[in-house]
């Protein structure tokens, strides 16, 4: 009778320890999701050349550096509007997540883009979560060879 005790409070600590793991895998997930979700506007200016599209992504103290042809550029969130605008749309442009990590409220991001504007891109992005919405705080990025 001991032993069936035991072997069932083992199977009741389990269980609790197993749900306490899927519901850190749902709170991953959904933190997930919700940083793939703030990325989403600025993925579609690459097509569409929207430079609002792309402004609303980033807080308003965000800043962009990164270099085009070996020329580097260093920016605000304010002034990269007007070059994905200038841009102008890249319909056929394709775009790859590599990895997002998050940390709390605290998320970075790599995304690839192939054919934006006839360069291939590497973009990494600093995200912060405040008042329960992700946006991104900064970016640094580079232009491979042109496609």
Same mark, same amino acid.
């Given at each position: 009778? @001991?032993?069936?005790?035991?072997?069932?409070?083992?199977?009741?600590?389990?269980?609790?320890?197993?749900? &306490? !793991?899927?519901?850190?895998?749902?709170?991953?997930?959904?933190?997930?999701? *919700?940083? !793939? @979700?703030?990325?989403?506007?600025?993925?579609?200016?690459? @097509?569409?050349g929207d430079g609002k599209l792309s402004r609303s992504a980033?807080?308003?103290?965000?800043?962009?550096?990164?270099?085009?042809?070996?020329?580097?550029?260093?920016?605000?969130?304010?002034?990269? &509007?007007?070059?994905?605008? *200038?841009?102008?749309?890249? &319909?056929?442009?394709?775009?790859h997540i590599a990895w997002i990590d998050i940390s709390g409220?605290?998320?970075?991001?790599?995304? *690839?883009?192939?054919?934006?504007? #006839?360069?291939?891109?590497?973009?990494?992005?600093?995200?912060?979560? @405040?008042? #329960?919405?992700?946006?991104?705080? #900064?970016?640094?990025?580079?232009?491979?060879?042109?496609?």
């Amino acid at each position: 009778m @001991k032993t069936l005790t035991v072997v069932f409070l083992s199977l009741i600590a389990l269980n609790g320890f197993a749900q &306490e !793991v899927v519901n850190q895998d749902k709170k991953s997930f959904d933190a997930y999701q *919700e940083v !793939v @979700k703030a990325l989403h506007p600025y993925i579609q200016s690459a @097509k569409t050349g929207d430079g609002k599209l792309s402004r609303s992504a980033f807080y308003a103290h965000a800043h962009v550096v990164g270099s085009v042809d070996g020329t580097v550029y260093d920016l605000t969130a304010d002034q990269f &509007e007007g070059i994905v605008d *200038e841009g102008g749309p890249s &319909e056929n442009v394709r775009h790859h997540i590599a990895w997002i990590d998050i940390s709390g409220p605290a998320a970075a991001a790599k995304v *690839e883009f192939y054919d934006w504007s #006839g360069f291939r891109f590497t973009d990494f992005f600093v995200l912060y979560k @405040k008042n #329960g919405k992700w946006k991104i705080s #900064g970016k640094v990025y580079d232009s491979h060879s042109r496609n």
